[in-house]
């Protein structure tokens, strides 16, 4: 068996054509919300979005990451292996989600530096060695035009909420193979729990080869 792997005929590619970019929260220092119109052949609308960014992606292209999740695995002192979860409450959930540290990158930081920074910050932990980086990651494209940096590193130390800003509700958790497979399986205590998106598949491949 084959599969066709020819292009599709011209006038099923037709361009998209955006125009009529408006900020409909210029205030909005983090978040800003944008509406443009889009034209498609004979077909056109409306689409509203959000951006991290003063310029979005679909008008002045891909400058640089917005943000870094920082993807932390850690020994423990008898010589098991587990990572750092983030217990937080996230306010358009109206409950807590389960996820990596994260956080936007500064000017001028690198997203080796923003995951050092984010990590002392939400858990007072210290990274002690960078394994891997990902190239900028999209997750919700079709709602907003930030990426991340995924960071794969290893950390240690102790547990602290003093870099936490008073936004923030984090629970550091330290969690070895059988409490990861519970929160991978939503298995007590973790019923229901919400999980991120880039948690879940690097968690669940963790566990594999584990």
Same mark, same amino acid.
């Given at each position: ?5 020819? $292009? ?145 590193? $290893? ?27 519970? &929160? ?10 919400? &999980? ?6 690097? &968690? ?7």
């Amino acid at each position: 068996m084959s599969l066709d792997t020819k $292009s599709p005929p011209e006038s099923q590619c037709q361009q998209t054509v955006l125009t009529d970019l408006v900020c409909l929260t210029p205030d909005e220092k983090f978040l800003k919300l944008y509406s443009v119109k889009w034209q498609r052949g004979d077909k056109s609308g409306m689409w509203t979005f959000a951006s991290r960014r003063k310029e979005p992606e679909c008008f002045h292209g891909h400058k640089k990451p917005d943000a870094v999740v920082v993807v932390p695995f850690y020994e423990f002192d008898d010589g098991r292996f587990g990572m750092v979860i983030t217990k937080e409450f996230r306010i358009p959930l109206g409950a807590y989600y389960y996820g990596f540290p994260a956080g936007l990158i500064d000017e001028g930081e690198t997203p080796e530096l923003a995951a050092i920074r984010e990590m002392k910050e939400e858990t007072g932990l210290d990274v002690i060695a960078i394994n891997q980086v990902s190239p900028p990651l999209y997750s919700s494209a079709g709602m907003t035009d930030e990426n991340a940096v995924l960071v794969f590193c $290893s950390v240690k130390g102790t547990i602290s909420k003093e870099g936490c800003e008073a936004a923030e509700d984090i629970e550091t958790l330290m969690l070895d193979f059988v409490e990861l497979e519970k &929160l991978s399986r939503q298995a007590e205590p973790y019923q229901e729990a919400r &999980l991120s998106t880039k948690m879940w598949p690097i &968690l669940n491949e963790t566990l594999r080869r584990m």
